[in-house]
């Protein structure tokens, strides 16, 4: 079992910044790919970010790869979402997702191959 846990979310103004944290703990040697997804209201979940355990590979969807910045940080079983000019269709509750399986980088926006999920936290952006 792993377990992850996403802290960081808040309130914050359009054109603002965030850093969510999602901490791992468990398994953690097994884990492979992390990834962010986010539920709006009325929305179904919508892929974020991915980012690959050995190399860092990452993968983002189109409409936010040149706001929002993925990393990991091994050493604490950590990854991270760096949020920046943020909108408020960026609203949403963000979820932290990791698979000890996934390997193949076309399939890290697939919410189905990930076996493990956090709470979520919530990221609310004004007007």
């Known amino acids: 079992q792993v377990q992850l846990v996403e802290s960081g979310g808040g309130l914050v103004q359009a054109g603002g910044s965030l850093r969510l944290s999602c901490a791992a703990s468990?398994?953690?040697?097994?884990?492979?790919?992390m990834g962010w997804f986010r539920q709006a209201p009325g929305k179904e979940h919508e892929f974020v970010a991915a980012?690959?355990?050995?190399?860092?590979?990452?993968r983002y969807a189109d409409s936010m790869k040149d706001r929002f910045t993925i990393s990991r940080d091994n050493a604490k079983n950590t990854v991270y979402l760096q949020m920046n000019s943020l909108k408020p269709e960026d609203t949403a509750v963000y979820y932290c997702a990791a698979d000890r399986k996934l390997n193949n980088e076309d399939n890290f926006k697939i919410r189905d191959e990930y076996d493990y999920w956090g709470q979520g936290t919530q990221v609310t952006v004004s007007s």
């Open positions: 468990g398994r953690t040697f097994s884990i492979y790919a």
């Open positions: 980012i690959s355990r050995i190399a860092g590979r990452t």
